[in-house]
């Protein structure tokens, strides 16, 4: 069954720095997303990403984050400095376009800021 | 935007017995409906969902039904095994916005 795959696992790092989180999307899907979740808190709707644009970003979607799609299957998520807040899973979803629903979720990436 | 809340937010029950977890959506224009299982360190897998067309759908052990004038869902677990400890989300989806509004979780755990 096609997954969508997302690295690294765990990632540390220091306050301040940049970070990379990296997603793989199933392959005929064309609708993206960046969800997060902080420990113990509700799965919370980052950004949204078509056609190589975003479609829609909540609040915390500020001026410190930002999303590439810069090889045609690779679909990141860049957090310019981190704060200790940021730490939380983040998990990238896709889905395919002849539907409105199906979203399929990665295994998350679990970000801990020091 | 969508609110979806969640109850309860912990349910423990007996191997064998069933459970239930509720949710209820505040937007009319929500129109489906997923429930998703979260392992420990893993992503949300959907399990079940149900479109608004829909008042109830069954898929062996698990059920969803919808109430769409009440706004409400539950998800349905007959027969739990120790396999089914884990944190279940439920969510809606508006078709206008494209992203899934989820509660916050119930953790059920099956006592063997």
């Known amino acids: 069954e096609p997954e969508v795959t997302q690295t690294p696992s765990h990632q540390v790092t220091q306050m301040g720095q940049e970070v990379i989180l990296r997603c793989v999307p199933i392959?005929?899907?064309?609708?993206f997303y960046w969800y997060r979740q902080i420990l113990g808190q509700k799965v919370e709707f980052l950004v949204s990403?078509?056609?190589?644009?975003?479609?829609?970003k909540s609040e915390i979607f500020d001026d410190q984050f930002s999303v590439e799609r810069p090889d045609g299957s690779n679909f990141t998520l860049k957090i310019r400095s981190t704060k200790l807040e940021d730490s939380a899973m983040y998990f990238c979803?896709?889905?395919?376009?002849?539907?409105?629903?199906?979203?399929?979720f990665g295994s998350g990436t679990r970000l801990t800021v020091v | 935007g969508e609110n979806v809340e969640q109850h309860p937010s912990t349910l423990s029950v007996q191997e064998g017995d069933s459970a239930v977890i509720k949710c209820t959506y505040s937007d009319s224009a929500s129109n489906y409906f997923p429930w998703y299982k979260q392992e420990l360190g893993k992503g949300p897998q959907l399990i079940i969902d149900i479109r608004s067309n829909v008042g109830e759908k069954k898929d062996q052990r698990i059920a969803v039904t919808l109430n769409k004038t009440a706004k409400h869902f539950s998800l349905h677990i007959t027969e739990t095994q120790p396999e089914d400890s884990a944190v279940y989300f439920c969510a809606a989806f508006l078709s206008n916005d494209y992203k899934l509004s989820f509660g916050a979780g119930t953790t059920v755990t099956v006592r063997a």
């Open positions: 990403f078509y056609n190589n644009e975003i479609s829609e």
């Open positions: 392959s005929n899907h064309l609708y």
């Open positions: 979803a896709s889905r395919t376009h002849t539907t409105n629903y199906g979203y399929t």
